[in-house]
């Protein structure tokens, strides 16, 4: 049964180019949710998505980020005009649509602006 | 989501239980205990959670007080590969409830 998927691992990008980190989650979940790490610091909670819908965008910036989980296909969230502050480690995780839903996480992929 | 308060950082001798403690006064009786760990430049791994009978599975074992004030996460045989940030997180058992990193506690356990 395979876990929460992402890629890339590692993403490189020059300032002002764009990100795009995807995320599957485990079979059968149909929630996914998105949390940022800067370096040396916690995990910050950004976007809860269902497919189609953002059910809680609370933690994203307010600029150049978005985020979607289509009815088909893997979430992803898009970082615009990438700036050096983006650099970070981003994790996905996941859920059943049930309470008692444990949440998963996936290994992260970690972006570096240069 | 209440509060909880942990310690920094703790200290394990490899094959000694490592005994995690957590506050969470503020928890309200719809809101579950939960555990994680993360490995450096690893992702959140679930261990564990709880509502107010003590749980167990193969990883680990959670303690929570009649009150359900404060828990004890126990690793009981504590391996170099234990070494972690643990986070004990209260969560609301509703559809889609998020979960809420604090700080944590950085355990080491040393040979």
């Known amino acids: 049964n395979a876990g929460v998927m992402q890629n890339p691992r590692h993403l490189v990008r020059r300032r002002g180019q764009e990100a795009r980190l995807r995320c599957s989650p485990m079979?059968?979940?149909?929630?996914v949710y998105w949390y940022r790490q800067l370096p040396e610091e916690g995990l910050k909670f950004m976007v809860y998505?269902?497919?189609?819908?953002?059910?809680?965008e609370s933690g994203m910036p307010k600029e150049r980020f978005s985020a979607e989980f289509p009815k088909e296909g893997p979430s992803i969230l898009r970082i615009q005009q990438v700036v050096r502050g983006d650099s970070a480690a981003y994790f996905c995780?996941?859920?059943?649509?049930?309470?008692?839903?444990?949440?998963?996480f996936g290994e992260g992929s970690w972006l570096t602006v240069v | 989501d209440a509060k909880t308060t942990q310690p920094t950082s703790m200290d394990c001798a490899e094959g000694r239980a490592a005994n995690l403690p957590c506050n969470h006064s503020?928890?309200?009786?719809?809101?579950?205990v939960y555990w994680y760990r993360q490995i450096h430049s690893q992702g959140p791994q679930y261990i564990i959670h709880?509502?107010?009978n003590n749980e167990t599975n193969e990883m680990a074992s959670l303690i929570i007080t009649e009150d359900r004030k404060s828990s004890t996460l126990i690793l009981p045989h504590a391996t170099l590969r234990d070494t972690a940030v643990y986070y004990c997180?209260?969560?609301?058992?509703?559809?889609?409830?998020?979960?809420?990193f604090g700080e944590g506690t950085q355990l080491t356990v040393n040979p």
């Open positions: 709880g509502l107010k």
């Open positions: 079979k059968g979940h149909s929630h």
């Open positions: 503020t928890i309200s009786g719809n809101e579950y």
């Open positions: 997180i209260v969560r609301e058992e509703t559809s889609g409830s998020r979960l809420t």
């Open positions: 995780a996941s859920s059943r649509d049930h309470s008692g839903n444990t949440i998963y």
């Open positions: 998505l269902q497919k189609e819908n953002i059910i809680d």
